[in-house]
């Protein structure tokens, strides 16, 4: 069986050390991975699913924010990634965002973001590191806890925003322990998921494997003309 074709959108100065994990995880889920970043050829109809990466701050021109003098921007990246999740979502392309990717999943979506998360949700304890020190409850009945389970999950954290108003057709997936969004999911076809964390970097860990996993079952479902949702939750019985 063919291996979908997963495009990946990368920092175009970080990308060279991200992308290696991304494709790993992609390839032991089932699929393959093609990088894609702002000025490089980055074409929807030739994948099947894409992940949007992580990296800088987005715009808030994007949604109505304020901007603030110590972001630090990346413009291009910012309209090719909103471009692509637009068309995802027009072509019923499945969509995974890690960490910036997640915003931008919601704000393509007409959702918004809260530019200083941590000062809004004081009880959420910050962290900067790719360890996984954060705890993060999954939100029982979504499709990330059928992937992932129900239980106390700690993961990595190197976020200063955070999804606010939800992006149209998202609900929230998890939430840490100050009650700060962590995790939104699309409720119907093409299958979408955003996590504030990093995966790529706890591909060791099983969970975060099925997270991945959801992505490229939904990627294949989606070429072979078949709904996504139900092969993601048949996922889930194969592990």
């Not at 089932?30 to 050829?41: H, I, L, N, P, S």
């Amino acid at each position: 069986m063919r291996r979908p074709l997963i495009g990946v959108t990368t920092s175009n100065r970080s990308g060279w050390r991200i992308f290696p994990l991304v494709a790993l995880n992609i390839w032991l889920a089932g699929g393959r991975a093609v990088r894609w970043g702002a000025g490089r050829r980055s074409d929807i109809d030739g994948v099947d699913g894409i992940v949007i990466g992580g990296g800088d701050d987005i715009s808030p021109t994007l949604y109505g924010g304020q901007l603030r003098a110590e972001s630090r921007l990346d413009p291009d990246r910012d309209r090719m990634e909103r471009r692509l999740v637009e068309e995802s979502m027009a072509q019923g392309k499945p969509v995974l965002g890690i960490c910036r990717g997640s915003q931008m999943l919601n704000v393509a979506l007409g959702g918004d973001l809260d530019q200083d998360a941590y000062a809004t949700f004081t009880d959420s304890r910050k962290y900067r590191t790719i360890l996984p020190r954060k705890t993060v409850n999954v939100v029982e009945g979504t499709r990330l806890a059928g992937l992932a389970g129900t239980e106390v999950m700690k993961v990595n954290a190197l976020h200063s925003q955070a999804v606010r108003r939800l992006g149209s057709g998202l609900r929230v997936a998890a939430r840490d322990e100050g009650g700060m969004i962590q995790a939104v999911e699309r409720l119907r076809d093409p299958f979408a998921i955003g996590v504030q964390w990093h995966p790529e970097h706890l591909f060791y860990a099983r969970r975060q494997r099925a997270i991945f996993r959801g992505l490229v079952a939904a990627a294949r479902a989606g070429a072979e003309n078949r709904a996504q949702l139900p092969e993601v939750d048949a996922e889930v019985e194969r592990v």
